[in-house]
């Protein structure tokens, strides 16, 4: 039994294309972040020995491992919340296809919804893939667009022709490309910034929305080339995290 002084401690997994992502939050805070290559109760111990935790709540955006959340869920005496299609949600899914939404895409709307509510709101996810959707300031999820992430479009560019070189991400951004490397960095990432600020205008003319909120492994070099563009960004790396906690907040209240 928790004492009153004790604090509320969570942790949340968000299982993504390329890692699964761990955080411990104590109060509503983060207070550690883990990634893993490779998911497995043995890479878990470490966290679940360290602190006495309240639940935990989990998102995959491939399969569910059946064995691994069975485990995990009789370490934890049974309060795991795994974010489904059929799970209550603090915001409203208006999506057609719920059943193929990606729980992260679902997580990372309801993580900035709390942080910021009854806006109007584009939630970018900057990772393998990169989706940009909208939320109307009613807590309304009304979808979004997926378009290959900063990796995929270097990997492919570098693949699918004969001479182009693999850049990479890190390195000069001028405004035009002044030789093949930068050519490609700026088409890359100039591109995807374009992406976000016409995504973000088109929301602003129909919804009056102002506000990008974005996570993901490209967020912090993405966002400022968003923001050139005289574009609020607000990047919070803890984002889907963020919004499994809330996740499970609701479920528990509702049992």
């Not at 900035?112 to 939630?123: C, G, I, K, T």
């Not at 991400?169 to 088409?187: H, M, Q, S, Y």
Request: hydrophobic share 45%; charged share 25%; net charge negative.
């Amino acid at each position: 039994m928790k004492s009153e002084a004790q604090p509320f401690t969570l942790l949340t997994i968000d299982q993504g294309n390329s890692s699964a992502k761990a955080v411990v939050w104590q109060d509503g805070e983060p207070v550690e972040w883990v990634r893993f290559s490779d998911l497995d109760i043995e890479a878990l111990l470490p966290i679940l020995d360290r602190y006495e935790l309240e639940g935990c709540a989990f998102c995959s955006v491939s399969h569910n491992d059946a064995k691994f959340l069975e485990t995990l869920r009789r370490l934890l005496d049974g309060r795991l919340v795994v974010l489904t299609p059929a799970l209550p949600l603090p915001i409203k899914i208006r999506y057609s296809s719920r059943s193929t939404l990606g729980s992260d895409r679902v997580a990372a709307a309801v993580g900035a919804v709390s942080l910021f509510s009854s806006e109007a709101l584009l939630v970018v996810d900057a990772g393998t893939a990169i989706t940009l959707d909208f939320v109307s300031a009613d807590g309304e999820f009304l979808g979004g667009n997926i378009a290959p992430g900063m990796k995929m479009r270097f990997d492919s560019l570098s693949r699918y022709t004969s001479r182009l070189p693999l850049v990479e991400a890190a390195g000069e951004i001028p405004l035009f490309g002044e030789d093949t490397l930068t050519a490609i960095r700026c088409g890359v990432e100039r591109g995807m910034a374009a992406e976000v600020a016409d995504a973000y205008r088109l929301a602003y003319a129909r919804f009056g929305c102002r506000r990008v909120v974005m996570t993901g492994a490209d967020a912090e070099l993405l966002s400022k080339l968003v923001m050139e563009k005289g574009i609020e960004v607000t990047v919070d790396k803890f984002l889907v995290g963020r919004g499994l906690k809330e996740i499970y907040r609701q479920d528990i209240t509702h049992d």
